[in-house]
Every structure is written in C-alpha cells, then in structure tokens.
C-alpha cells in the first residue's frame, strides 16, 4: 500500500502562487494515476486534477488555466502548481494515487488564502 504526504500548504496572497508536493513511498509510483482533491469547511471533498501515469492531465472547471499538475517520477513526487490565488481556494487539499480500482490519501494540507 502506498503512504502519500502533502507538504507545502501554507498561507498566501490572492493573486499569488503557491505549489503543493506530495511524496509516495511507493517505488512503482510511475503506473499510479495521481490526483490532487480539496474539502472546504462544510463542503463535500471534490476533485481538483487528475494526471494518469502517461501524463495525460484533467483539471476542474474552477481551477482549470490557473493549477497544474505533474509528477517527477524519479522523485516519487506529484505536484500542484497553484497560481493567480483565489479566495475560493481555501481549502484542505489531498493526494490521492489509484491503481486498478485502489486508492491511497494522503493526509491532506491546509491551504490559506489571505485578502
């Protein structure tokens, strides 16, 4: 079973640019499909972008020209860039891997947006 940990949540500016990294233990990352979720206060947890272990990329309508995703799979490592910083945004973000019908979360990282 793959472990995921989020690291580089934070506070920062609306308008500003912040990227989240979440590191697999897993040494069959590349065959994963990872993908990035976030769960504001009283909202349902949704999905935010998706990358399939070919690359192929899907975001959400909401962040769509503004995050992106990727992956190092030397480093075990998915990303979210995250720019131009919305309010909306606000949100504990999660790493998920799937493979074949499994999943595995991370434990997810608050990310702040300030006026």
């Known amino acids: 079973q793959v472990q995921l940990v989020e690291s580089g949540g934070g506070l920062v500016q609306a308008g500003g640019s912040l990227r989240l990294s979440c590191a697999a233990s897993a040494i069959t990352f590349s065959i994963y499909s990872m993908a990035w979720y976030r769960q504001a206060p009283g909202k349902q947890r949704e999905l935010v972008a998706i990358i399939t272990s070919g690359g192929s990329t899907n975001y959400a309508d909401s962040v769509k020209g503004r995050f992106t995703i990727s992956r190092d799979n030397a480093k075990n490592t998915l990303y979210l860039q995250m720019n131009s910083r919305k309010h909306e945004d606000k949100a504990v973000y999660y790493c998920?891997?799937?493979?074949?019908?499994?999943?595995?979360w991370g434990q997810g990282t608050q990310v702040t947006v300030s006026s």
């Open positions: 998920r891997g799937g493979l074949g019908g499994f999943s595995s």
